[in-house]
């Protein structure tokens, strides 16, 4: 962190925080808030002249309130940059701080906060993690016992810096503890609080312990586990260490802490699995190890940088296996545990992949972004013409449509990823995508169902699943019927309703519509959406009496190309099914209805030309007898 | 007072989380303290109650699980609804209303029946020796003195 | 050695009640069984984790003979406490059923009902927390057909509520409590203090 600060090419903005992120990558404007110190940066020495005078005390945040600070004070001795700040809620106006200070003058009571707005290119995310409050856990007595501390206040205890200068005692008499207990999983692998595994307490238990044991190693130290997780290098040998120490492991998670009331000592009683029986033990100090949460506001920063968050209120990434240090929107980057909980290792490696990835940025004059971004025809969005709409905003994951009520909406070119969700939504027809406008997939579909439509398998795939998987199943050799015709698109978000009334207007015998797991999507929620429209339009051709089987909804991944070829046949199975007289009428039957659906398809702008360009080629090859 | 006053302790056989509470109210009863174990407050007969006024007893304590902790659902709800009534009922005819107290154990309360038993016996000293109703005469299921 | 197909397999038809659908979930961190007042103060072997496993590894005849399956009380101690949220006396309940579908006895007692001075008051129906008591019509010994208390023998956790409730004491349970043993017992101190 010093290093940091010297560098000239670093700018330590400490006390600060980020109120607005506008603008796209390589262009972000950042309204920064500087809160006021009271103490002027320029003249503060880091003396404490002004925390030794001040006569206020309160609460230490940093020292998990176990000892008492001033109300002139630095958060920590090793703060960076070394300049002290005097709490306004706390300070009492005595100004005994500013005759402390003297002739240095650095202490200004007429400090306000200071808003700038800064041009940045890339932002890397490291606002790290919070700690889950056993509190409402009350069978461990949190808060009503005193013997009974959480990890952190642990780590202050044992701290040479911390209030005890490293002397771990019992709160309730301040002697020294001989029998220590460590409870792990205090409210991670909880479905009641946590459902997730916080990676590191495992580890950070058997640390704490040998610790612990260094210091006094008379110290009798039980570690209560549900089960160990050491998956790192040297983790398991460090493991090992701990037991060769001496410390004990109990597998078991403990139900109740109960204390005695006149000595405060405790007991745990809990199973011991391995030994399948109940045991009680009793300590001088039992540490709950609670879990890695979120930060409290990770929330307002999510909405801040515009950026989403996982189940559980984690930073969510681009990609978990792909890009994992990427956020959804181009520019931003994550580091550290703000993304998800990690260990130090783990930690300093994402940190320096956000680096690099950043600077990929700032080292370049230009960014390459995908060629398939949206594209809004002003003059057909009924925003321009007054109507409140917006469904376009709401469709797109990555918040790169600008909707104003009365102005036509907006694409952000840098930010949009091409998936064509907003193009499947808009009602309108009011926008496109490049490379999949609507004429150019209009187009295709109008080809491959030439001839004997009836028979064909008409497949919407998304470019990065089930597309995927249709290449293996070919590659793989697995036999399908010959009669699918496959489609690709982006997302199956981009797979337009309009699209799959046309093919059915044509004729086509039965439609696939396919795309990835939810949780696989390639642009975060585009197949939430695609997923919605597909159940809408199941719904509509039940009710309209089409035959099952012939509208089908599959997620399939790249590496399912067995469960592509065998859905393709199962459709084929259930087209066969169906008599071809039958067959027919029903099609006939159904082509007003999808004409009644489709009265503007020809006002798009480019799909009246193309279709009769489409006819003419196709009437063409029909007639060199090319296989269609 | 010179002697101790008599105390009978119904006590549900759940409520005592801690062993080693429950071996203190076993084996370490002080002599005029006298434990009976129930399957539940909710099998308290009012009848047992009133054994114990007629015989002498100088306060009724009654040791139950927490509500909604109850080894049976609503036993001890059920218990509080009858054995209240008829503690109303027998304050009327003259055993004072605070001779009979209901003690609720949390899991967690580690040596609490110890300190409820102790302020039990000095709030009774209080009051002095129960003498109304003390009939001697026992009396059966079904009302008839056996 | 035969191979049961999944479906018919015990951890399935647990599954399948009501109560019993998070079976599997169970990842045998032991907080029931700590928790657990029987296993604390009735039985030291008793153990719903391990009931938990034997079901759901198809240990089918040492799940109906476990203790653990006939013990349960119900009182949902455990449940709140489950990390995994498996409602534990739902799925030992679940066990319960099909072992007494299978014709299991209860190997432990039950209340039991005096038909001859029952008088259908409904006392104990009310009281009961389990629903165990039911009236119905019935042809008795000397009193010809009359409504009378009948304990379902598969709910009853004989816990005695109905014997107390009872005001004409006719429903009753074994011999180990028992009104007469009580006030003996109580007599015994009185007269002893007394004298």
């Known amino acids: ?628 | 007072m010179s002697l101790k006053p008599k105390i009978a302790l119904f006590q549900c056989q759940w409520c005592l989380y801690s062993p080693t509470d429950q071996e203190w109210v076993d084996s370490q009863l002080p002599e005029n303290i006298h434990l009976i174990k129930t399957p539940c407050t909710g099998r308290i007969n009012p009848l047992y109650v009133l054994n114990a006024v007629q015989g002498g007893a100088d306060g009724v304590m009654i040791s139950g699980c927490l509500p909604e902790q109850c080894h049976f659902k609503t036993g001890n709800m059920a218990a509080r609804r009858q054995l209240e009534e008829f503690n109303d009922f027998l304050d009327y005819i003259g055993y004072e209303k605070s001779r009979m107290r209901f003690v609720w154990l949390d899991l967690q309360d580690r040596g609490i029946i110890q300190k409820r038993l102790a302020q039990f016996e000095k709030d009774l000293e209080a009051l002095g020796q129960a003498s109304n109703l003390v009939t001697r005469v026992k009396v059966a299921e079904g009302g008839q003195n056996a | 050695m035969s191979h049961q197909t999944l479906s018919d397999s015990l951890a399935e038809q647990v599954k399948a009640i009501p109560g019993g659908e998070m079976l599997m979930m169970c990842f045998s961190c032991g907080t029931c069984t700590s928790k657990c007042m029987i296993q604390e103060k009735l039985e030291p072997n008793y153990n719903p984790r391990r009931l938990i496993r034997e079901a759901a590894f198809n240990f089918e005849e040492t799940a109906f003979t476990d203790q653990t399956t006939w013990l349960c009380s119900a009182c949902d101690l455990c449940y709140p406490a489950c990390p995994q949220k498996i409602h534990i006396s739902g799925v030992i309940t679940a066990v319960k059923q099909l072992a007494v579908a299978q014709g299991r006895q209860n190997p432990y007692q039950v209340a039991k009902v005096d038909e001859s001075t029952c008088v259908a008051c409904g006392l104990c129906v009310q009281v009961c927390p389990y629903q165990a008591i039911t009236l119905t019509e019935k042809k008795v010994p000397f009193r010809g057909m009359i409504s009378v208390a009948s304990v379902d023998p598969g709910k009853c956790m004989a816990c005695g509520m109905c014997n107390a409730a009872c005001r004409s004491t006719s429903i009753r349970l074994s011999q180990d409590f028992n009104d007469n043993r009580v006030l003996e017992n109580l007599w015994s101190w009185l007269e002893s203090e007394a004298a």
């Not at chain 1, 039958?582 to 159904?590: G, V």
Request: charged content about 25%; overall charge negative.
């Open chain 1, 1 to 628: 962190m010093v290093d940091a600060a010297r560098q000239p090419l670093i700018e330590v903005k400490a006390y600060t925080e980020v109120e607005k992120v506008e603008g796209f990558v390589g262009n972000f404007k950042v309204t920064l808030r500087e809160k006021a110190k009271y103490v002027r940066a320029d003249r503060c020495n880091g003396c404490a002249a002004c925390a030794n005078a001040c006569p206020v005390e309160v609460p230490n945040y940093f020292e998990m309130n176990l000892a008492p600070r001033k109300a002139a004070y630095v958060p920590m001795s090793q703060s960076v940059p070394l300049i002290y700040n005097i709490d306004m809620d706390a300070c009492i106006h005595c100004y005994k701080c500013v005759e402390a200070c003297g002739a240095l003058e650095a202490i200004d009571f007429s400090m306000e906060d200071k808003v700038t707005e800064e041009d940045i290119g890339a932002i890397v995310v490291a606002t790290g993690f919070g700690h889950f409050d056993p509190t409402p856990m009350t069978e461990y007595g949190y808060g009503r016992f005193p013997n009974v501390i959480t990890a952190m206040e642990m780590e202050r205890l044992n701290n040479s810096a911390g209030a005890t200068h490293g002397l771990v005692i019992r709160p309730s008499d301040n002697n020294r503890p001989q029998k220590l207990a460590i409870i792990n999983c205090v409210g991670s692998r909880d479905k009641r609080y946590n459902p997730s595994c916080s990676n590191f307490c495992c580890m950070y238990a058997i640390k704490n312990a040998l610790l612990l044991k260094q210091m006094n190693p008379d110290m009798d130290i039980s570690i209560y586990y549900i089960d160990i997780r050491t998956p790192s290098k040297g983790y398991e040998e460090f493991y090992d260490r701990a037991r060769e120490a001496g410390i004990k492991f109990i597998q078991g998670r403990p139900a109740e802490i109960t204390e005695d009331p006149d000595s405060h000592q405790l007991f745990i009683k809990s199973e011991d699995i391995t030994l399948g029986r109940v045991i009680e033990h009793e300590y001088d100090l039992v540490m709950l190890n609670q879990a890695a949460v979120p930060q409290p506001d990770q929330d307002h920063m999510s909405s801040v940088l515009n950026v989403a968050q996982s189940p559980g209120g984690w930073f969510m990434e681009y990609h978990p296996k792909l890009r994992p240090i990427d956020s959804p929107t181009d520019g931003i980057f994550f580091a550290g545990a703000c993304q998800g909980p990690k260990d130090i290792p783990a930690s300093v490696a994402q940190g320096s992949a956000a680096a690099s990835r950043a600077s990929r940025i700032l080292h370049s004059d230009t960014w390459q972004i995908e060629p398939t971004v949206a594209v809004v025809w002003s003059d057909r969005c009924v925003s321009g013409k007054g109507q409140a709409c917006g469904i376009c905003e709401r469709a797109c994951p990555y918040g790169a449509i600008d909707y104003t009520k009365g102005i036509s909406a907006e694409v952000i070119t840098a930010k949009c990823h091409g998936c064509g969700a907003c193009v499947g939504e808009c009602p309108h027809d009011a926008i496109t995508q490049l490379h999949y406008t609507d004429a150019q997939v209009l187009a295709q579909i109008r080809t491959l169902l030439a001839v004997e439509p009836e028979k064909k398998i008409l497949a919407f795939r998304c470019q990065w699943c089930s597309y995927g998987g249709a290449d293996l199943a070919g590659t793989s050799h697995f036999e399908y019927s010959a009669n699918e015709r496959g489609l690709r698109v982006m997302c199956s978000a981009r797979m337009d309703a309009d699209l799959i009334y046309e093919a059915y207007r044509l004729g086509a015998g039965a439609i696939l519509y396919s795309g990835c797991h939810p949780q696989d999507c390639h642009y975060i929620t585009g197949q939430i959406v695609g997923a919605k429209r597909a159940a809408r339009l199941e719904k509509m051709f039940a009710r309209l009496g089409m035959s099952p089987g012939r509208f089908r909804t599959e997620w399939i991944s790249a590496a399912e190309g067995d469960k592509y070829a065998r859905v393709i046949n199962e459709m084929q199975a259930a087209l066969d099914a169906i008599p071809e007289d039958q067959l027919k009428a029903e099609i006939d039957r159904l082509k007003p209805e999808m004409e009644k659906k489709l009265t503007k398809l020809n006002e798009i702008p480019g799909v009246e030309e193309a279709m009769i360009q489409v006819d003419f080629i196709v009437k063409d090859l029909l007639n060199k007898a090319v296989p269609v």
